[in-house]
């Protein structure tokens, strides 16, 4: 849903500038506490975990949701800087009513945002964000003083979720005799991440885990791995992991310094279970690599192409019963350990594949390869429709005529920007820069 003030991943913005300000977030907590109120079935109060990234304005907004909560009549539990997939176990795990997480995720730390997961443990659905929509057009009140909500810290909430996340590895195997480095992108995970891998019997070399409010993403972590890589190839260890801000992306790096994205961990961990099991199936989105699709297939694996989001792959998932699926960016969802896409859980489930094969990640993934992409930004004017453009429709025809099975086109407007993306897969580089270069080259503005 693209609402007034949600989109795809809550709320966010740019700190300070409307909306994620003090009085709208304060809004916002009393608009969503309004609603649970109505929505929720228990006859005790409705009680909400809220968790943040390390963003130094985390404190401000936490304060004002708590004030919105409470005036709405909700319990507040504080859980700190925890990952954003924490604050789904921890709600679901305790029977709260709702979740609420402050964070912009991968975003510099001059951004920030609210994003919210029900009872179950997952995003909220479409119709209960226009709900608070709603109620956010209503002026704000106050529930009469013994009905008002109350605050109070949750304890321990980063070591019941390392115990969580340390019960989806396998009870058979443990990481003795592995080095790993791990990157948490100086974020929500810094705390956490560092003692399950530990725990598990690695030794851990850690960057990126030193949060100051303002270095969040810097430099560091899922959308900055270089610095892990080359922390990997000085450090002599077996593999890299590093997080976003959020901890809930996931980039691994080999004892090369090599990059794995998310289609190439997904694709290490559909080729683990079906070496323990059928695999009915697994979701990408449609700037998937191609080459999955051609290995699933191969496999004898039904794949499937959902809207670029991970909140579209997860629906996509739900709806066909599968239990693998992911982006490349590094959202990875396994719906068997956790409901929400989760950095740490993922990165042990690869960690698990490699242990159970006995190989390396360069070995366990030897017999894919990846197309090469090509990627062309194209600028055009407000309102401009390419499929009404019938020199570039064409041409996307001819390519595609073109490739055959042998690559692939997408061409998908951006959601924040004047432009359209033309991106090409094909065998070779050559050909895939060629054949976007076709495309881009016949807009006709």
């Known amino acids: 849903m693209a609402g ?19 009085d709208f977030v304060m809004r916002l907590g009393y608009a969503a506490g309004k609603v649970l109120t109505k929505s929720w079935a ?70 920030n945002g609210i994003k919210f997961f029900s009872a179950s443990g997952n995003k909220l659905p479409d119709a209960v964000e226009a709900e608070i929509e709603a109620e956010l057009d209503v002026p704000m009140s106050c529930v009469s003083s013994e009905k008002l909500g109350k605050a109070k810290r949750l304890d321990d909430a980063q070591g019941r979720y390392i115990e969580f996340c340390k019960s989806t590895f396998p009870n058979a ?14 974020g929500a995970a810094y705390n956490v991440a560092p003692h399950v891998f530990h725990e598990l019997g690695a030794e851990v070399i850690n960057i990126g885990n030193q949060p100051n409010g303002l270095n969040i993403n810097q430099g560091f972590g899922a959308t900055a791995p270089e610095a892990l890589a080359t922390a990997v190839r000085a450090n002599h260890a077996d593999v890299g992991i ?63 192409r959902a809207k670029v989001g991970d909140r579209y792959v997860l629906e996509t998932m ?50 894919i390869n990846m197309y090469p992409q090509v990627l062309i930004n194209v600028k055009i004017p407000a309102g401009f429709d ?27 407007p951006s959601g924040t920007e004047p432009l359209i993306r033309v991106m090409v897969e094909a065998v070779q580089a050559e050909t895939a820069q060629a054949m976007a270069r076709r495309i881009a080259d016949k807009v006709v503005l």
């Open 318 to 367: 739900q709806e066909r019963g599968w239990l693998l699926g992911g982006e490349g960016s590094g959202h990875l969802l396994c719906l068997d350990k956790h409901t929400t896409g989760d950095g740490i859980v993922s990165a042990l489930q690869v960690l698990s594949a490699l242990k159970r094969a006995g190989q390396s990640l360069a070995q366990m993934t030897a017999d």
């Open 4 to 22: 007034k003030y949600f989109g795809t991943d809550g709320v966010r913005g740019l700190v300070g500038v409307a909306p994620i300000t003090p």
């Open 386 to 412: 390419w499929k009404s453009n019938p020199g570039m429709q064409a041409e996307k025809d001819a390519v595609e005529r073109a490739l055959g099975d042998s690559g692939r086109v997408l061409i998908r």
């Open 42 to 111: 228990s006859s005790a109060k409705p009680v909400v975990l809220i968790g943040k990234d390390t963003r130094i304005s985390g404190y401000m907004l936490e304060a004002a949701l708590e004030a919105g909560f409470a005036a709405a009549g909700v319990d507040v539990m504080l859980a700190g800087p925890v990952p954003t997939p924490a604050v789904a176990y921890l709600t679901r795990a305790l029977r709260l009513s709702a979740g609420v997480v402050i964070s912009a995720s991968h975003n510099p730390y001059h951004d």
């Open 173 to 186: 195997l443990d990481l003795r005799g592995m080095t790993i480095v791990l990157d948490c992108a100086h």
């Open 242 to 304: 590093a997080l976003d801000g959020d901890a809930d992306r996931l980039v691994m790096v080999d004892a090369q310094g090599r990059i794995y994205n998310g289609d190439e961990l997904l694709y290490v961990m559909v080729k683990d279970r079906l070496s323990t099991g059928p695999v009915q199936g697994a979701v990408g989105t449609l700037m998937t690599n191609m080459a999955l699709e051609v290995a699933f297939k191969k496999m004898g694996v039904a794949f499937a």
